[in-house]
């Protein structure tokens, strides 16, 4: 193991920046609420992927690759789902199917390691009917109209992580407005399926079928997977209030325990040229989009740029940019081998995952490569690698760059056997017009011994 370097996150359940002491440091156990699967994930899902795939990645730097488990869940089982499979008229499984295929395709791009489990709701339903019996039993939970609620006032300290005033708690909560409701804020854990839904024998001696609702999916997806408590619980801001709240009431009532998570982590929310992304608006991306214009590596990197729990603007200047920054640093790194973290890299990532300062310590040490000290090539690299970056070779890479630039290869080609004719006859009035035409066209040449090569300008 390497050598601890004290890792600080922001907690959202205590407002604050605490030092990480896992429960088990043989095994530090995060959970990161996933996806629900019904549709391509848009860029705004993207962001937990990638910033937990970071906090996923240092946590094994720290502590070893065998000793970090992480569960993301797949929300398989939904009413989006529902309607979905029926307006497209297939199996409610082969939508889920098809859309997990394509959400795995889509983060690999974007350079995100697989969690060490997937869960898939559906396949949970016990552990969902057991935590549910326990909430009966205990009096936390109650049978109303073969609906299985909880009862939030029977939970003292109710609503620690969001914090939200009372009053604005049960003005949430009224959007279900249900005559059966003991009380306005109480939540749905189990309810009946409709004929054509998926059902499921309900608990709580309800008769008919029924199907969970989405909270206490993932209360039993990390029971299963991490035990009734574990240390890192993630997702975005829009799921403090209310999915983990109800969350942390489900698993702290269900087990007894003071904590579910010792550290709850937020994503900020992302918005698209300044706007919120929203179909109605037109500016909805998908992941898919994104990747038929830019690499998985650009997306990353225009991802990172911004600290995790600041709002991020996505647009198409921040791409460039960090197309421009990956083609330098790959030029720089010019596939040196190294694995290692740079230490001032990871002393700001362990400052609550600071990748802005992260990339400002990549830039000084691509400035003291470029300034003579190439020892530093291999630790460049390697950092990029550890981060997820660097994932072609550098020729592949500048190839890439030169396909998506337009640039016609051929012509160029052409133009530089043209260029070599006229300096063989010592025009070089026309060979400087070739270099200029070249150039114009955002053609860099490089001459050598042992001939001229080319590549796009940076
Ligand atoms: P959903 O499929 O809507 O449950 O979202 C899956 C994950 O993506 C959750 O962690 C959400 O908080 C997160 N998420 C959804 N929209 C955005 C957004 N615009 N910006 C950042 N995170 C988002
Ligand atoms: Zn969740």
Redesign the pocket.
Known sequence: MVTLMELRLYDTLSREKRVFTPIDPAMVRMYV?G??VYDYA?I??A??VIVFDVLFRLLRHLYGEAHVKYVRNITDVDDKINARAAERGIDIRQLTEETYKNFKEDVAALGCLPPTVEPRATEHIEEMKAIIERLIKSGHAYVAEDNVLFNVPSMSDYGQLSKRPMDEMIAGARVEVAPYKKDAQDFVLWKPSKPGEPGWPSPGGIKTPGRPGWHIECSAMSWKHLGETFDIHG?????VFPHHENEIAQSRCAFHQDVMANYWMH?G??QVEGEK?SKSLGNFITIRDVLKDWPGEVARFNMLKTHYRQPIDWTVKGLEEAWKTLDDWYWIANDAPGATISAPVLEALCDDLNTHQVITALHGLRNRIQAGEDKLRGEFAGTLRALGFLRESAKDWASRRQVASGVDAAKVEGLIAARKAARASKDFKESDRIRDELAAMGVVLKDSKEGTTWEIAR
């Not at 997702?235 to 799921?239: A, K, S, T, V």
Request: proline share 12%; charged share 10%; aromatic share 6%.
């Open positions: 609420c996806p629900t848009h705004g899902n962001r937990p997702g975005g801001i829009d799921l994503n929310f992302l992304m």
